[in-house]
């Protein structure tokens, strides 16, 4: 059964950083694109950031651009999501997801569909404090 585990959220000041962290096992890491996703109380789930499996193609949410940053580290089967300038709006639940595929999943309006993603971590808590 593959795992996704999310870590690294937290309570924080808006204008403040989190850097959150998903692991998984090789198998199903290395040649998949990986994404992170975040639900905030009352609303739909939402993409945020995506990464193909060499680390070289990104593509986020315009409402998360210039302030997140999304990595990669093959070696330790992780992505990871850093948060910069943090608003209350952040505050959610974020998920890390493994694509469908290798490259950059096919987009609607910019956004990857959920479909696009077959394997969901059980999230971790952003709440950001205004």
């Known amino acids: 059964q593959a795992q996704l585990v999310e870590s690294g959220g937290g309570l924080v000041r808006a204008g403040g950083s989190l850097k959150l962290s998903c692991t998984t096992s090789g198998r199903i890491f290395r040649t998949y694109a990986m994404g992170w996703f975040r639900q905030a109380p009352g609303k739909e789930r939402e993409f945020v950031a995506v990464?193909?499996?060499?680390?070289?193609?990104?593509h986020y949410a315009d409402s998360v651009k210039d302030r997140f940053t999304i990595s990669r580290d093959d070696r330790k089967n992780t992505v990871f999501l850093q948060m910069n300038s943090l608003k209350s709006e952040d505050t959610a639940v974020y998920y890390c997801a493994r694509a469908r595929t290798g490259e950059l999943p096919p987009m609607v309006a910019g956004t990857p569909e959920f479909s696009q993603f077959d394997y969901w971590g059980q999230g971790t808590q952003v709440t950001v404090s205004s």
């Open positions: 990464i193909n499996w060499t680390g070289s193609n990104k």
